[in-house]
């Protein structure tokens, strides 16, 4: 801690929940000597001073963004490309430039086309995170025990990646390496569909009579809570994940929608066995994650 | 407590997860003059008397039953019918039967035609339980704070749904009373569906490619894990579950491929607005979940 820190200037650009618990997290281990934040609302950036959790805040990217060794950008994927071209301009020779979008490829297409020759580019994902958004629901912790996914392309400045490793790694996080196209495929069946499935159910729910809706909100803790949750992330962070990762969703839907098709099949024909199979199968796979620390 | 307790002498016909929670917390409330639990596994009955949560266990239904004031059957629903033949000609009139299971119309097609004249039949569904099974994994709380249908038949006699009635408030719940086919319909959407879509998301992750299923496993933390958890839910229970509420549970399965296939086209052909306003409503039932401190 006594050393100088890994980054003179930290910039977060958007700062809402994953931001903001970066900027307590860096703030925490001493990752960075100033930590700033670029956002687009006024009045994040009081909320942001207001919480003491960066040192300076502004819309402007030209005044913000000087001296920035790292930013990380922190907007819902769909504002990528005008994120690029509004921070493009400003950007110095030998600064990193890292994300924590939930998609990857559609960052790499929107957002490496503004970065000038020199910038490198180190897309990263966090796989943490809470159903709440904005400044203050991030928290110093969120990273502990969690992995950070990152996705260089071939030939990025191989310093630049391990200093972004570093920052993770201080920040609790364990590291994997992946390709973007892979990063999407993964992400699509252990994140996006439970999203899109997890706003379905808890939509159908809210689309019955008025009547039968508080009896659902009342008995709940049956199993409809747990997706309530989830349903209740940011709209428009999960409205631009599906809409940028269209391929990879589309794909696992319809191998849900075959797999539920199925169970339906054998409710409707009574068919016990098959369901308690499957049923039993399952239990096999939760086991697997408590075992590996993520439950 | 230094009263007579209500029950002389509670019975408790299967002692998973529910109901050894219920005579760990008859206990702790002093509830019952002695509790006993009837189980068809001589292994289940060692556990039990083991844990020391019952007086005495057995699985011959004429000594265990002898004396019994309520009766509570918490096995699965599957097995309602069975239990009734073999419970029914040991009962004394003034005996109450209960029952804790999932769905109701099938607990009162299947175990009442069992039950002699004189003995009162009361069914009823604490709307609370854990992913774990068995007798190990009750404990004495789990009904604090949650709500317990009961669905009386009209004309059942009023002493014994009060003498329920108090078991359950005592043992912390809240009561609603309900007519069975209701009953089935509600928890069709808040029980059934969900635990049905957890099991598919999960069913579908499991017949996955090894390495890709090894991913899905390390990143669950992103959506998918809150799903694992109610898909470990037990096999046989939810097996007997959906073939016993099959009309009601084929229905919401339609209503929700419906609002998946309106969500899935919406993204197929880009419709950012729609997926927005679908995302934001959802928010407003975790809200409400949450005021009605069910959350």
């Not at 100033?34 to 950036?45: E, G, K």
């Not at 490496?112 to 490198?120: A, F, I, M, N, Q």
């Not at 159910?201 to 689309?207: L, P």
């Amino acid at each position: 801690m006594t050393a100088s820190p890994l980054f003179g200037t930290l910039c977060l650009v958007g700062i809402g929940l994953i931001n903001s618990s970066i900027a307590r997290a860096a703030r925490l281990h001493g990752l960075a000597g100033r930590i700033v934040t670029l956002d687009a609302s006024q009045q994040a950036c009081e909320t942001a001073l207001k919480l003491g959790i960066v040192d300076a805040a502004g819309t402007d990217p030209a005044t913000v963004l000087a001296g920035a060794d790292l930013i990380i950008v922190g907007t819902p994927v769909g504002a990528m490309a005008a994120v690029g071209a509004a921070i493009g301009p400003h950007l110095m020779p030998g600064t990193i430039v890292s994300d924590v979008g939930s998609v990857k490829m559609a960052v790499v297409r929107d957002l490496l086309p503004h970065l000038p020759e020199g910038v490198h580019f180190v897309p990263g994902h966090p796989i943490a995170g809470t159903e709440h958004s904005g400044p203050d629901a991030g928290f110093a912790e969120l990273f502990q025990g969690r992995w950070c996914i990152l996705t260089p392309l071939p030939g990025t400045d191989a310093v630049a990646v391990d200093k972004v490793t570093t920052l993770w790694r201080t920040m609790g996080s364990m590291i994997e390496i992946m390709e973007p196209h892979h990063h999407d495929k993964v992400l699509a069946i252990t994140s996006h569909l439970p999203h899109l499935i997890a706003y379905t159910i808890v939509g159908t729910a809210s689309d019955l009579e008025d009547d039968l809706q508080q009896e659902v909100i009342k008995f709940s803790a049956s199993g409809f809570r747990d997706f309530t949750r989830i349903a209740a992330s940011d709209p428009i962070m999960w409205r631009d994940v599906f809409l940028n990762n269209k391929e990879a969703v589309l794909e696992v839907i319809q191998r849900f929608t075959e797999d539920l098709t199925a169970l339906q099949r054998a409710i409707r024909w009574g068919e016990g066995e098959t369901l308690e199979t499957h049923f039993r199968e399952t239990r096999a796979i939760r086991r697997a994650i408590i075992d590996a620390k993520q439950a």
